[in-house]
């Protein structure tokens, strides 16, 4: 028969069941990846990801070109807005085609949901350009297996 003390130094010593922790993918600190990602965007195409983990923002690159036919509708728009008082630089369009995708890009999870921690405050599109995009957001401690860019009609994967 065990003594009560028995059972109090059992309880002290005792090792705690292990916790489980769901299938996810941790966020190391200060990493740089980066992947292929050619996808249709509507607009433009996304052809790859560069992704930079750092402690408190998550930085990403995404390579993108306009199709031809929107380029030039863009172009057509702009030559319109120009009225002839500058000459219209296409790779002025094509930012703003890519742009036009961008402006509206979350992060969200495989099933659609977006990632609320990593959008509170966080910037999303800082920078659009001709032949890339640029993003931050917040860094998460633990990131579903795949994450996506979307803007409610397409997605980029970019983890």
């Known amino acids: 028969m065990i003594t009560r003390a028995a059972k109090l ?3 002290l010593f005792a090792k705690e069941p292990e916790k489980t922790e769901p299938e996810r993918r941790r ?3 200060n990493t740089t ?3 292929r990602a050619l996808t249709d965007l509507g607009d433009s195409i996304a052809a ?3 992704v930079i983990e750092a402690s408190s923002h998550l930085y990403l690159c995404v390579a993108m070109e306009p199709k031809p036919d929107a380029l030039a509708a863009q172009i057509l728009k702009d030559k319109k807005q120009a009225a002839g008082m500058f000459e219209v630089d296409s790779t002025w369009s094509a930012a ?3 742009k036009s995708w961008a402006k ?17 405050g966080a910037r999303g599109m800082t920078e659009a350009g001709a032949k890339e995009v640029f993003f931050e957001f917040n ?16 997605r980029v994967r970019v983890m």
């Open 9 to 11: 130094l059992e309880k």
């Open 139 to 154: 860094t998460l401690d633990v990131y579903p297996e795949k994450v996506y860019l979307s803007n409610g009609k397409t």
């Open 48 to 50: 790859s990801v560069h």
């Open 27 to 29: 966020a190391p600190s």
């Open 104 to 120: 509206d890009a979350v992060l969200i999870d495989e099933e659609g949901h977006i990632l609320f921690k990593a959008m509170d």
């Open 96 to 98: 703003e085609v890519n």
């Open 33 to 35: 990846t980066s992947m």
